[in-house]
């Protein structure tokens, strides 16, 4: 007799980017020179995880009963409000439209925008270059993922598959959510300009003024980009034909990758309409993970509400891009050189070379020491993570003839 229901009966017992990494950890100790471009952490050039020092010294002086306490349902309301005072610094506008409740991570946000704005059974919609757990979130809501071609013919983003993928989407289940990994895109690294963003717009206000769609920006890289505010910018110009949403991330934007602090926000127009979200955000964290990290929510509402530390945080994250930088300069110089094929990439934790054979590709680069993850016609190199001075031997190894197996 099964007692896990027929659905449940197979699931993959580890997520595959994890086991390559610790495949390339269990090897480095042995003492072989690997090189792990694996996970999606920002490591400095020695090989240790990048935090930010003031960061760290507030998190030894919050008191032990913010770290011990219940935090509300939605979130401490001093740090959703600080999560959208910042998020909105710049479109001041747009700020009373805004309604947010705190998740654990960017990961939460994704799931409470495919529990709330899709039925069961209903599609996501994003590029066919994604974040792999896209769809593992979709499965777990018993919801699914449809793709549209990422990139045209001249590597741009392919604005007509999306046109198309939308109008075929709200034929088949009357609405669309479409996940927008933008800026600094995982795992392709690429960034819409403003001319993409200017064109795409037209699509979802032609799709939106018939038809639900909400877009989610999710925008767990957005400071590591050179302008990390385009996607609210132009957005939020139409917020008030479409839904737009942010999932926000305390992960890269404060080097708290295991704090699991993150947030949802809407932008909703209509007062009636934004109190609705507001209790289904908040009933959703219910039914779910209850409440978050409350230490962690401190935290961060602390930081950005005061000036003068927001100020210290962003010359101390100012440091970390500016290393980020340097290794994508030197990447883009070297692959360049070397013929690799890869979209454009300005900045940001990853980027994906494109292969005929990615498998095999990774096999053998694996087989010399060099971890990258490979997909469906890529392999992604979590630049984030690699050495500067490894970046050469990198690129080697993707140069190198495919030996035959």
């Given at each position: ?10 699931r993959p017992t580890d997520d595959p980017i994890f086991s390559l990494d610790r495949e390339a950890q269990e090897r480095a100790k042995k003492g072989e020179a690997v090189i792990n471009a694996t996970i999606g952490v920002l490591l400095d050039d020695a090989g240790k995880l990048s935090l930010m020092p003031t960061v760290n010294k507030l998190l030894k002086e919050i ?56 039925e069961p059974g209903q599609a996501l919609l994003t590029t066919s270059s994604y974040w792999a757990p896209y769809g593992t979130l979709a499965d777990e809501s018993d919801r699914k993922v449809e793709t549209f071609n990422t990139f045209a013919a001249d590597g741009s983003f392919d604005l007509a598959a999306l046109d198309a993928a939308m109008a075929k989407q709200i ?235």
């Amino acid at each position: 007799m099964d007692h896990l229901i027929a659905s449940h009966r197979n699931r993959p017992t580890d997520d595959p980017i994890f086991s390559l990494d610790r495949e390339a950890q269990e090897r480095a100790k042995k003492g072989e020179a690997v090189i792990n471009a694996t996970i999606g952490v920002l490591l400095d050039d020695a090989g240790k995880l990048s935090l930010m020092p003031t960061v760290n010294k507030l998190l030894k002086e919050i008191p032990e009963t913010e770290w011990s306490a219940y935090a509300p349902i939605a979130g401490l309301a001093p740090y959703t409000q600080a999560v959208c005072d910042d998020l909105f610094a710049d479109l001041p506008n747009l700020r009373p439209w805004a309604v947010a409740a705190a998740t654990p991570g960017g990961s939460g946000a994704l799931r409470h925008a495919i529990a709330n704005y899709l039925e069961p059974g209903q599609a996501l919609l994003t590029t066919s270059s994604y974040w792999a757990p896209y769809g593992t979130l979709a499965d777990e809501s018993d919801r699914k993922v449809e793709t549209f071609n990422t990139f045209a013919a001249d590597g741009s983003f392919d604005l007509a598959a999306l046109d198309a993928a939308m109008a075929k989407q709200i034929v088949s289940q009357g609405r669309v959510l479409l996940f927008l990994n933008d800026p600094c895109h995982n795992p392709s690294g690429y960034s819409l300009s403003d001319a993409e963003y200017s064109e795409l717009s037209k699509i979802l206000v032609k799709h939106g003024s018939g038809a639900p769609v909400t877009v989610l920006i999710d925008s767990a890289y957005a400071v590591y980009a050179a302008d990390g505010a385009r996607p609210l910018r132009h957005l939020g110009a139409i917020a008030d034909t479409i839904q737009v949403l942010v999932a926000w991330s305390a992960s890269k934007t404060f080097a708290l990758y295991g704090m699991r602090v993150g947030a949802i926000v809407g932008l909703v127009p209509d007062e009636k309409k934004r109190i609705a979200t507001q209790a289904a955000f908040s009933y959703s964290c219910r039914g779910t993970w209850s409440n978050c990290n409350r230490g962690g929510q401190t935290l961060v509402a602390k930081v950005l509400a005061s000036p003068e530390l927001h100020a210290e945080v962003k010359k101390e994250r100012a440091e970390l891009v500016a290393n980020l930088d340097r290794r994508v300069a030197i990447f883009n110089e070297h692959a360049k050189k070397a013929g690799l094929r890869y979209p454009r990439y300005d900045g940001g934790f990853f980027v994906s070379v494109f292969d005929e054979n990615p498998k095999a590709r990774g096999a053998q680069m694996r087989a010399e020491g060099v971890f990258v993850v490979p997909q469906a016609t890529s392999l992604r190199i979590a630049l984030c993570a690699v050495r500067a001075d490894d970046i050469p031997r990198l690129v080697e190894a993707f140069a190198r003839p495919l030996q035959a197996s």
